[in-house]
T-cell receptor
Framework: SAVISQKPSRDICQRGTSLTIQCQVD?????MFWYRQQPGQSLTLIAT?????????ESGFVIDKFPISRPNLTFSTLTVSNMSPEDSSIYLC????????????FGPGTRLTVL | QQPVQSPQAVILREGEDAVINCSSS?????VHWYRQKHGEAPIFLMI?????EQKGHDKISASFNEKKQQSSLYLTASQLSYSGTYFC??????????FGTGTRLKVLA
């Protein structure tokens, strides 16, 4: 399975500011995924990032609020823009385990608190 | 729509068995199970594919009823390390993953 790291691991931010979260994978992967996990809740897919094309966003998530970059096959960033306290969550990136099944392998997550 | 898991929470003693259910309102073609410990990332446990293939993990096994659109996770002789939140998950279209509501499990010594 891929080894995934995220930066920062946690942050406390002020309302109205933006934070960029980085996700690094130790091997080349086609698809990377970004999830949000609100306190005590399940995981919700924000968007899917394919290298060389624009990210695909799920219903309820828009590019202006969560711009994503995918410059190469091992790296992606998620920006949470113009933050409000409702954005306080854990943000996780993940990759497919292999090309056969839909197994997901997750990074350690970024715990974001917005004041 | 998100798969619904039951129970929402369960407490058991070391050595006891537990069953966690995952029910979907839409057809399931595969089901995967994850465990997440507090403050950590979800860890893949197993996947069940349409057609009955299932891959076990230690004393954790699972079943998949395609017709009923349900899956169940069986934890046998629970260990303290089994504590965490369990999520089922499935794919709703290409690269559109959706996770269940979650079941919090706590194993007491």
């Amino acid at each position: 399975s891929a080894v995934i790291s995220q930066k920062p691991s946690r942050d406390i931010c002020q309302r109205g500011t933006s934070l960029t979260i980085q996700c690094q994978v130790d091997s080349q992967v086609t698809m990377m995924f970004w999830y949000r996990q609100q306190p005590g809740q399940s995981l919700t897919l924000i968007a899917t990032a394919n290298q060389g094309s624009e990210a695909t966003y799920e219903s309820g998530f828009v590019i202006d609020k969560f711009p994503i970059s995918r410059p190469n096959l091992t790296f992606s960033t998620l920006t949470v823009s113009n933050m409000s306290p409702e954005d306080s969550s854990i943000y996780l990136c993940s990759v497919d385990g292999d090309g056969y099944t839909d197994t997901q392998y997750f990074g350690p997550g970024t715990r974001l608190t917005v004041l | 729509q998100q798969p619904v898991q039951s129970p929402q929470a369960v407490i058991l003693r070391e050595g006891e068995d537990a069953v966690i259910n995952c029910s979907s309102s839409k057809a399931l073609y595969s089901v995967h199970w994850y465990r997440q410990k507090h403050g950590e990332a979800p860890i893949f446990l197993m996947i069940l594919l349409k057609g009955g293939e299932q891959k076990g993990h230690d004393k954790i096994s699972a079943s998949f009823n395609e017709k009923k659109q349900q899956s169940s996770l069986y934890l046998t002789a629970s260990q303290l390390s089994y504590s965490g939140t369990y999520f089922c998950g499935t794919e709703r279209g290409t690269y559109k993953y959706i996770f269940g509501t979650g079941t919090r499990l706590k194993v007491l010594a």
